[in-house]
């Protein structure tokens, strides 16, 4: 697993890294699932 640090924009928005877009075959127009609990997960799938 890996982890990698990204920063909150002014309009609270975060980029996907690139290692993460290619692992998960992320795609413009895709939906991630975010996760609240003990801290931030974020899944792909709709």
């Known amino acids: 697993m ?3 640090s990204v920063k909150v924009g002014s ?3 975060i980029a996907v890294p ?3 877009r290619e692992r998960l ?3 413009r127009g ?3 699932l975010v996760d609240v ?3 931030l997960s974020a899944t ?3």
């Open 2 to 4: 890996s982890q990698v």
């Open 11 to 13: 309009r609270y928005q």
């Open 18 to 20: 690139r290692i993460a």
């Open 25 to 27: 075959n992320i795609q």
């Open 30 to 32: 895709d939906r991630l």
């Open 37 to 39: 609990q003990d801290g």
């Open 44 to 46: 792909t799938g709709d």
